[in-house]
């Protein structure tokens, strides 16, 4: 067993980014598919350690205290750079997706309680191998595993979800820039304007120069210190409540309150470009620790008849991304980077979409209004709405006793 202390976790998640770059630039089908950085390069990585644990008996065992803050850190940027007057230029396309990402909610469970039946296992790893874990991510995966193994006697609930959870991180990032590519061969891409050298959004671009000081980096650091502090905060407080949210969502809400709060008052205008860089050198750090850490043979372990219900969910997702969520939002270049994103988080999680979207967007030009609508849905609707749709799946007659 080889121990890496936080110091060695930072050096060998920096050297995982380092390696995704070079991968990119040297293994040409990566990037003719977007696959982002950190997915390449986490990914390799861990299929290496997967191989020296069952070649070699070699473990590598990480401080991941750093992943948490990072994913925080990422979220609390979502909220700061969250300008509620944009949000609501955007209002329609958001209500729309929401509308959409609902409704693949409600079919991601029917798929999975369906083939859980099919293949004769019981319902409640339909719903953990559906928007439980899938949607729901880590987090959400544990919180429900732990009710069905205490409260329906599932003893293995918290395992499949974990196992879940973690093959939908690996399929979320890997599938967003492929369907991305299938769809934009049907649009027109966007127009490059020589005299708008940002986009919109700060986090479209992680590639591109941001001018900033030392005194703006420190106000920005201020400013998602609050963010940490408050919305972990109020998460404590509404933990075992009927209106209980992970804490992420509430670090993003206060991020969106401090924002337009400050600016409304005329006290503080955030600078949006220190924003854009800490907020993605948080998510390279966190995506780079979430799958070199990933354990592998977990799922490698996992029943044939899980794999098939994991293989359905991957399928659906493809399907409703390229025959839904594109036509839905319509049929344009924007809808292109949204399907993307849509995959990212309907089989992962929000970080996995904005890097899919950052690696089309890298390639083929910006899209303001996928940066404004996926990240608002995936980070802070989608939570509510699937306690919502998991709550009354659990009513129907199959979770009775």
Same mark, same amino acid.
């Given at each position: 067993?080889?121990?890496?202390?936080?110091?060695?976790?930072?050096?060998?998640?920096?050297?995982?980014?380092?390696?995704?770059?070079?991968?990119?630039?040297?293994?040409?089908?990566?990037?003719?598919?977007?696959?982002?950085?950190?997915?390449?390069?986490?990914?390799?990585?861990?299929?290496?350690?997967?191989?020296?644990?069952?070649?070699?008996?070699?473990?590598?065992?990480?401080?991941?205290?750093?992943?948490?803050?990072?994913?925080?850190?990422?979220?609390?940027?979502?909220?700061?750079?969250?300008?509620?007057?944009?949000?609501?230029?955007?209002?329609?396309?958001?209500?729309?997706?929401?509308?959409?990402?609902?409704?693949?909610?409600?079919?991601?469970?029917?798929?999975?309680?369906?083939?859980?039946?099919?293949?004769?296992?019981?319902?409640?790893?339909?719903?953990?191998?559906?928007?439980?874990?899938?949607?729901?991510?880590?987090?959400?995966?544990?919180?429900?595993?732990?009710?069905?193994?205490?409260?329906?006697?599932?003893?293995?609930?918290?395992?499949?979800?974990?196992?879940?959870?973690?093959?939908?991180?690996?399929?979320?990032?890997?599938?967003?820039?492929?369907?991305?590519?299938?769809?934009?061969?049907?649009?027109?891409?966007?127009?490059?304007?020589?005299?708008?050298?940002?986009?919109?959004?700060?986090?479209?671009?992680?590639?591109?120069?941001?001018?900033?000081?030392?005194?703006?980096?420190?106000?920005?650091? $201020? =400013?998602?210190?609050?963010? @940490?502090?408050?919305?972990? *905060?109020? /998460?404590?407080? +509404?933990? #075992?409540? !009927? &209106?209980?949210?992970?804490?992420?969502?509430?670090?993003?809400?206060?991020?969106?309150?401090?924002?337009?709060?400050?600016?409304?008052?005329?006290?503080?205008?955030?600078?949006?470009?220190?924003?854009?860089?800490?907020?993605?050198?948080?998510?390279?750090?966190?995506?780079?620790? $979430? =799958?070199?850490?990933?354990? @592998?043979?977990?799922?490698? *372990?996992? /029943?044939?008849? +899980?794999? #098939?219900? !994991? &293989?359905?969910?991957?399928?659906?997702?493809?399907?409703?991304?390229?025959?839904?969520?594109?036509?839905?939002?319509?049929?344009?270049?924007?809808?292109?980077?949204?399907?993307?994103?849509?995959?990212?988080?309907?089989?992962?999680?929000?970080?996995?979409?904005?890097?899919?979207?950052?690696?089309?967007?890298?390639?083929?030009?910006?899209?303001?209004?996928?940066?404004?609508?996926?990240?608002?849905?995936?980070?802070?609707?989608?939570?509510?709405?699937?306690?919502?749709?998991?709550?009354?799946?659990?009513?129907?007659?199959?979770?009775?006793?």
């Amino acid at each position: 067993m080889l121990e890496l202390d936080i110091y060695g976790t930072l050096v060998a998640a920096s050297l995982v980014l380092l390696l995704g770059q070079q991968l990119l630039q040297r293994v040409r089908l990566l990037a003719v598919y977007t696959i982002p950085e950190p997915v390449a390069g986490g990914l390799l990585v861990a299929l290496l350690f997967l191989v020296a644990r069952n070649g070699l008996d070699l473990q590598v065992k990480f401080d991941t205290s750093l992943s948490a803050p990072m994913m925080l850190t990422f979220f609390a940027c979502i909220g700061l750079n969250a300008n509620l007057a944009s949000l609501l230029k955007g209002g329609r396309p958001l209500l729309v997706f929401l509308g959409v990402v609902v409704g693949f909610l409600v079919l991601q469970n029917l798929t999975g309680l369906l083939l859980a039946l099919a293949f004769g296992q019981t319902p409640f790893y339909g719903l953990l191998a559906g928007s439980i874990a899938l949607s729901g991510g880590h987090g959400t995966g544990i919180a429900w595993g732990t009710v069905f193994a205490e409260k329906h006697g599932v003893g293995t609930a918290t395992e499949v979800a974990l196992a879940c959870a973690t093959f939908g991180l690996i399929l979320g990032g890997v599938l967003g820039g492929p369907v991305a590519k299938f769809l934009i061969r049907r649009v027109t891409l966007p127009v490059v304007d020589s005299q708008h050298l940002e986009p919109e959004n700060t986090f479209e671009k992680p590639h591109e120069v941001r001018l900033i000081t030392a005194p703006a980096l420190i106000e920005t650091l $201020a =400013l998602i210190s609050i963010c @940490l502090l408050a919305g972990q *905060a109020i /998460a404590r407080a +509404l933990h #075992g409540s !009927l &209106f209980e949210l992970p804490a992420f969502v509430c670090v993003l809400f206060v991020g969106v309150v401090l924002r337009n709060g400050l600016s409304a008052l005329g006290w503080y205008d955030v600078f949006e470009r220190a924003v854009s860089v800490l907020g993605n050198v948080s998510l390279a750090l966190f995506l780079a620790m $979430a =799958l070199m850490t990933l354990r @592998l043979w977990e799922l490698s *372990a996992l /029943a044939l008849p +899980l794999f #098939g219900l !994991l &293989f359905g969910q991957a399928l659906l997702m493809v399907a409703y991304a390229v025959f839904v969520t594109f036509p839905v939002l319509g049929r344009n270049y924007d809808a292109a980077v949204i399907a993307a994103g849509h995959c990212g988080f309907g089989l992962g999680a929000t970080p996995t979409a904005i890097a899919n979207m950052q690696a089309v967007t890298d390639r083929f030009g910006s899209s303001p209004l996928a940066f404004l609508v996926v990240p608002m849905v995936g980070a802070f609707f989608i939570d509510i709405a699937n306690a919502i749709v998991i709550k009354l799946f659990l009513a129907l007659p199959f979770f009775s006793g």
